[in-house]
């Protein structure tokens, strides 16, 4: 490892002193923004000002979904541009230039261009699955930055209003300065990006990615917020229990959402067991509350960014608030997979786009924005070795276009979710790879969610489509919760057929061409 860093180093050196020399200068800056456990949110669960305001200037994806419902896997898929199988990484603990290759990043392909580089908060999962240095120093010109005060985001911080003792609660509304170190961890990371949009050298150009940690849980975050979030104004989820057509491989049993002190205390029945309606609405409510706290933060954060810097907005995942009785993500649901995401580019003139896409779609797109003069071509299936290749297309033609041929761009977003069984375990949410038995591979259109739930090989990589555990097909024009399955309705028969060929198709090119 040391050798490959060595050599790393002087193929940099090799790559700035070329750019400089061609005096290719880059105008504009990048600012990625990523919000951890973030969904898709809507006007009607609550308004956002500052990501509504950003919206209003920027080009506004409505249907963009993750590649898996899980941090370090989406997080490490959207900063290769590769999919969780190309990565094989579906849990926390690989690092792919040690297990897979050489791959680079978004955020080292702008710095061998010429570019400082910042990672501010959490932008890669922090631990193995990013070498335990955040893809340092490969992807960042200077030290990633966590804030000192992120060491205590499970501590026993939170009061009991009754026992007045404290506990590691899920809903945690705090007065900042009773907090450790008299702060929050997202504060820091916002005061620490700021000072580097003020101070950095101007001379070259930036990109910058800044991770907020909320409303990842425990909901912990100022208590003024929870009170522009009235409680009677909280509506719950159409369907709050497991709906009869749903397979058991697609639930989860949302055990770090049990665990926290305050859920722990009301005893919910394991696996299958829901949230009572009153504390599904206070998690509701706090989980708004939350997200206007972050909303408040990245308002700050922009109001420091120039007009030559262009802004992308977006999360690693969805979360469940309920819907169909689950919580959190680990999920193939639209809940767990739709997320924000927004395109703020200098010349680019506001819009709004429902067309599906993916977060592998980003990095491409940065690149052809930002100007790159860099081979990009698509990857050649999941066992592709070439340092630079893409799962996912450039976004610019629907940026540029009001309709797009549809040989330029594909209508469909794939994702997916491991499992080590059919029946709900303790290990359904996060499994390890070596427990992996089961891969659920789902695409979604513009009209419907479908979902294979397939045998998988974790030592080959391999599917066996002729061994499946449970299917799903949900109509979105009808059923926008995906509360009622369809698979087994023969009015939608040809549906099914069409959409197994197209997933296995995306999936087993080989198989299924």
């Known amino acids: 490892m040391i050798f490959l860093i060595f050599f790393y180093l002087l193929f940099c050196a090799k790559i700035v002193n070329s750019f400089t020399q061609t005096n290719n200068i880059i105008k504009d800056n990048v600012l990625i923004i990523f919000v951890d456990d973030w969904r898709y949110l809507t006007e009607k ?43 094989r990484l579906y849990d926390f603990y690989s690092y792919w230039r040690d297990v897979v290759g050489n791959f680079s990043t978004m955020p080292q392909l702008f710095k061998e261009f010429g570019f400082d580089t910042y990672s501010v908060g959490k932008v890669f999962h922090p631990g193995k699955s990013s070498n335990f240095t955040d893809d340092y120093p490969y992807s960042w010109s200077d030290i990633p930055y966590h804030p000192p005060s992120g060491k205590y985001k499970n501590s026993a911080v939170c009061k009991d209003k009754q026992t007045e003792k404290l506990q590691s609660n899920l809903i945690c509304p705090v007065t900042v300065k009773t907090q450790p170190d008299n702060t929050l961890p997202d504060l820091e990371t916002l005061n620490y990006s700021i000072d580097i949009l003020n101070q950095r050298n101007r001379s070259k150009p930036l990109f910058l990615a800044v991770g ?65 309606p009153k504390w599904a609405l206070r998690i509701r409510q706090s989980y708004y509350a939350a997200s206007l706290y972050v909303d408040d933060l990245i308002g700050r954060l922009i109001r420091h960014v120039d007009n030559n810097t262009i802004v992308v907005l977006t999360s690693d995942h969805g979360w469940s608030l309920g819907e169909n009785g689950l919580w959190a993500k680990y999920s193939n649901f639209d809940v767990a997979l739709r997320v924000p995401l927004i395109f703020r580019v200098p010349g680019l003139p506001p819009k709004s786009i429902t067309t599906p896409i993916e977060l592998i779609d980003i990095f491409p797109t940065l690149v052809e924005l930002v100007g790159l003069k860099v081979s990009t071509p698509k990857c050649k299936g999941f066992n592709d070795k070439s340092t630079l290749c893409f799962d996912g297309k450039s976004l610019l033609p629907l940026m540029r276009n009001h309709k797009v041929n549809a ?3 594909k209508s469909f977003a794939i994702s997916q979710y491991p499992r080590p069984s059919v029946y709900p375990m303790v290990i359904s949410d996060k499994p390890r790879l070596k427990d992996i038995k089961i891969m659920g591979y789902t695409i979604r259109t513009k009209r419907y969610r479908y979902t294979e739930w397939v045998s998988f090989n974790n030592t080959q990589f391999t599917r066996n489509w002729d061994k499946i555990y449970g299917v799903e097909l949900y109509n979105h024009i009808l059923d926008d919760e995906e509360s009622n399955n369809l698979y087994l309705d023969p009015k939608y028969i040809h549906v099914r057929q069409k959409l197994s060929i197209l997933l296995r198709q995306q999936i087993d090119p080989g198989l299924y061409s």
């Open 45 to 87: 669960e609550v308004y956002l000002p500052n990501i509504q305001k950003l919206a209003g200037k920027g080009i506004k994806f409505r249907n963009a979904f993750a590649q898996q419902s899980l941090c370090a896997p989406s997080r490490n898929s959207i900063l290769t541009g590769r999919r969780p199988d190309a990565l």
């Open 407 to 409: 040989n330029i761009r």
């Open 212 to 276: 907020f940690h909320k409303p990842h849980i425990p909901l912990r975050y100022p208590h003024k917020y929870l009170k522009r979030v009235p409680i009677s104004e909280v509506k719950p989820p159409s369907h709050s229990h497991m709906p009869k057509g749903m397979p058991s491989v697609a639930w989860h049993p949302w055990t770090d959402v049990r665990h926290r002190d305050d859920i722990a205390a009301l005893n919910i029945s394991f696996p299958f067991g829901t949230m009572p």
